[in-house]
């Protein structure tokens, strides 16, 4: 059984510059988180969608969104990038959701470089 | 804001030793879960407790979730290099149940 897929592995971009980063869950799950994680904050929740519904948001500006296919694939998006933005950006795929007690499995994350 | 801390955040020991981390918060979580992070990589996880008082082993590795599920603990005996890397606690929380991640502990097992 294929694990989380996220691409690209890596990514640099300028300052300005919008990204989207792709993640393909487990086969069967329905349900994608995304974390951004840097060294002082650790892994901060960005938001988590469930049968293509945002379904919890953390708190990150307006220039981060998301979206999730019928597929259960989902898409996250940063517009007009900060140099703060560069992080290892990581998906997880869960069966379900919210408090069904789920466990989170992870996939390789994206490396974002903003310079 | 429900809040996990991770102690101690900084851990290098030898080869052979035992070593505890603990993950502790002032709220309650109907459970929580351990991840084990390399460079470069996503978290893996390692183990799920659910159940006020459990202790569960994986190996060398022995999980507990306190009485009250407000606090775990990690015991690794006998560590070795390949135990090396970020360990991370997680419980579910805040109003629609996302995953809440302490900051971890960075465990560097010097051969």
């Known amino acids: 059984k294929a694990g989380v897929t996220q691409t690209p592995r890596y990514l640099i971009k300028t300052r300005g510059q919008q990204v989207t980063l792709s993640c393909s869950p487990i086969?069967?799950?329905?349900?994608v988180s995304w974390y951004q994680q840097t060294p002082g904050q650790g892994l901060q929740f960005l938001f988590e969608?469930?049968?293509?519904?945002?379904?919890n948001k953390g708190n990150f500006p307006g220039r981060f969104s998301g979206r999730q296919f019928s597929n259960s694939r989902s898409e996250m998006n940063v517009s007009t990038l900060e140099l703060g933005d560069s992080a290892l950006y990581l998906c997880a795929s869960s069966l379900g959701t919210g408090g069904m007690n789920t466990e989170a499995f992870f996939g390789q994350g994206t490396r974002l470089t903003v310079v | 804001t429900q809040l996990l801390e991770q102690s101690p955040q900084f851990l290098s020991i030898q080869e052979g030793e035992n070593l505890t981390v603990y993950c502790n918060s002032s709220s309650v979580f109907s459970s929580l879960q351990w991840y084990r992070q390399e460079p470069g990589e996503g978290p893996v996880l390692l183990v799920t407790v659910v159940t006020g008082g459990e202790v569960k082993k994986l190996k060398r590795l022995t999980f507990q979730f306190g009485d009250a599920r407000k606090d775990s603990s990690l015991h690794i005996t006998a560590a070795q290099p390949g135990d090396t890397g970020l360990y991370l606690c997680?419980?579910?929380?805040?109003?629609?149940?996302?995953?809440?991640f302490g900051k971890g502990t960075k465990l560097s097992v010097k051969p």
């Open positions: 969608y469930f049968s293509e519904t945002q379904r």
């Open positions: 997680a419980g579910r929380g805040g109003s629609q149940g996302n995953l809440i």
């Open positions: 086969s069967g799950h329905r349900s």
